[in-house]
């Protein structure tokens, strides 16, 4: 069974520019997560997804950052503008569903906004 | 509203030693308790649940956890180290009843020595 995959695997942009991160979840998994994951911190939930609705955003800094998941399968992330503490690795997850808690995790995106 | 502490982000053992790393949560509701662990430039990998059946839960790579409710905690252990176990350790805890939103703590790092 393929794991969760994403893309890029590392990223270095100027502050102020846009970046895009990409997930594909594991094939059947209803639920996606992105989190962030700044050095020496443990992951923050940035928005949860169930299918193609959001569960939760609430620590989504909505002024920057958006997420979308179109057909319920492959997810996007997107900072506009970066900031210099959005330095982080991204991580995806998926689930089976809401009530299954098992978390399945890609390897992450490392941003560096310089 | 739910947290997580871990006791310690440094651990170091030699190698056959004895592992313990602490994990203290806080939840409004009975909760799912995870260990997590992550090695360098790797996603993280689920390394056992709790999820209110068993207190005394047993992993891969011969890790076991014990779900303490009196104490609100849940100490990842391993009888001897090995020299791969040397990696970052996260403990979770899930509001099972909020969509299953997961709360990480800060991690600890697991230095094994020979």
């Known amino acids: 069974e393929a794991g969760v995959a994403q893309s890029p695997r590392y990223k270095i942009i100027e502050k102020r520019q846009s970046v895009a991160f990409w997930c594909n979840p594991i094939?059947?998994?209803?639920?996606l997560y992105w989190y962030q994951q700044i050095l020496g911190q443990g992951p923050k939930l940035l928005i949860q997804?169930?299918?193609?609705?959001?569960?939760?955003d609430s620590q989504l800094p909505k002024d920057r950052f958006s997420a979308e998941r179109l057909k319920g399968v492959d997810s996007t992330l997107k900072i506009q503008p970066a900031k210099l503490e959005d330095s982080a690795v991204y991580l995806c997850?998926?689930?089976?569903?809401?009530?299954?808690?098992?978390?399945?995790f890609g390897p992450g995106t490392r941003l560096t906004v310089l | 509203a739910q947290s997580v502490t871990q006791l310690g982000s440094h651990v170091s053992v030699s190698e056959g030693a004895l592992v313990l790393l602490r994990c203290n949560y806080s939840?409004?509701?009975?909760?799912?308790l995870f260990w997590y662990v992550q090695y360098p430039n790797q996603g993280l990998q689920l390394l056992l649940k709790?999820?209110?059946?068993?207190?005394l839960v047993k992993g891969i790579n011969g890790f076991e956890a014990e779900f303490k409710k009196s104490e609100t905690s849940f100490h990842l252990t391993k009888p001897s180290a090995h020299m791969s176990d040397a990696a970052e350790y996260f403990c979770?805890?899930?509001?099972?009843?909020?969509?299953?939103?997961?709360?990480f703590g800060d991690g600890t790092t697991l230095t094994v020595k020979p």
């Open positions: 997804f169930q299918n193609n609705g959001v569960v939760d």
């Open positions: 939840s409004s509701v009975p909760p799912y």
């Open positions: 997850a998926s689930s089976l569903g809401l009530g299954n808690n098992e978390q399945f």
């Open positions: 979770a805890v899930s509001d099972h009843t909020n969509a299953g939103k997961s709360t």
């Open positions: 094939s059947g998994h209803a639920t």
């Open positions: 709790y999820t209110s059946a068993a207190t």
